[in-house]
């Protein structure tokens, strides 16, 4: 008989990473800085504990397995970046509940391996991408993309990989081989406010919306704010403003789809300076392509027109494009039937945010599990969702996983 996941455990997991932080609000745990290198020592200590082989790999994620009898093998992960002054919970849930799942199953025989997975900047807050670890291992990158991937620093991914003494080049050799693989499964916070407003401590993802994601860079000229005519400015925030407003206007006539400018640089960000430059991020997501596709007509055409009453230049660099994300059909009813068996209420739902689960569910069988978020709230030190609810979460992946493992003994 296997002992149910302790809520306990989890929470004292959580608790120490998030003790893992670059920064005092919140936790700020960014690709391979010191906090990540924290973290990724905690979990390769822990992991080794739960009885795995531990490798860290060219993009920094951290791998623990234990094979099976068979060749293939079920990998559960999910992220232990975060945003900047982000939560506690964001990814590093869905790693901590994989690591109880090894150690339940510690003495267990499986006929499948068992893999846990931590990536490595899922969010892409510092090189503008995101996915990075969990694209790298689907193939979908190359050493040449990590050398040419740059955050505001200029630093590339490969540089800052290469400096926290791991070896980017590696990278071909460590690509899936996909046959392999017979499931990915994560874990993870809803960040949205659905179960909790349901009453529901299950959520079971049925599929994950699209994204493309920008970086828009516009030139014009500073001036001085008291001297120079409106109609003589070539004032760069004029179209910033523009795209701002039209990611609004056009998003809130597409039901269910989103746009977000979330960060926005100026220069020479001075009050009585007329702005030369302005670089914004553009987020677009809808589970309809065509809704995303619609956004981003209508967001640029907004920015053309713009510049040219502006008179400025500008320089758009797509920095994400995923389809949408569905999960497996089959990995689904698993986990149904086993939220059913042990009398736990669950609801299909959509992710609107995005997850290492997005590429690889284009590649991998793959299935995710939504525990509830206090109050809807991500992204922020607000962040906190009930280790009961993880422990849950635990107990039917875990069922799961062994449900998988009767496939190979028929
Ligand atoms: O952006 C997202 O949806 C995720 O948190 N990376
Ligand atoms: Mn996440
Ligand atoms: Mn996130």
Redo the contacts with the bound molecule.
Sequence with gaps: MIEKAEAGRIEAHLRQLARFSDGETGVTRLPFSPAARKAVAYLTKKMQDAGLKVHVDATGAVHGLRPGKNFRRIILGSHYDSVPQGGAF?GIAGVVCGLEIARLLQDKELNYGLEIIAFND???VRFGA?FLSSKALLGDLTVEDLQNCRDKEGISVYEAAKAAELTPDNLPAERWELPKIRAFLEIHIEQGGVLEYQQVPLGIVTGIVGMRRYTIEITGRADHAGTTPMDMRHDALWPAAAIIKEARRVALACPGAVATVGSLLMSPNAVNTVADKVELSLDLRSMEVREVAHMEQQIFQALAEAAEVAAVTYDIKPSLASQPGFMDKELISYLQTSAKKKEIKTMNMHSG??HDALPISAKVPTAMLFVPSKGGRS?CPEEWSNGEHLAIAVDVMLDTILKINQEESL
Excluded: N, Q
Aim: a negative charge; glycine letters at 38%.
């Design positions: 964001d899922e969010e892409g995101g945010a995005g992204h």
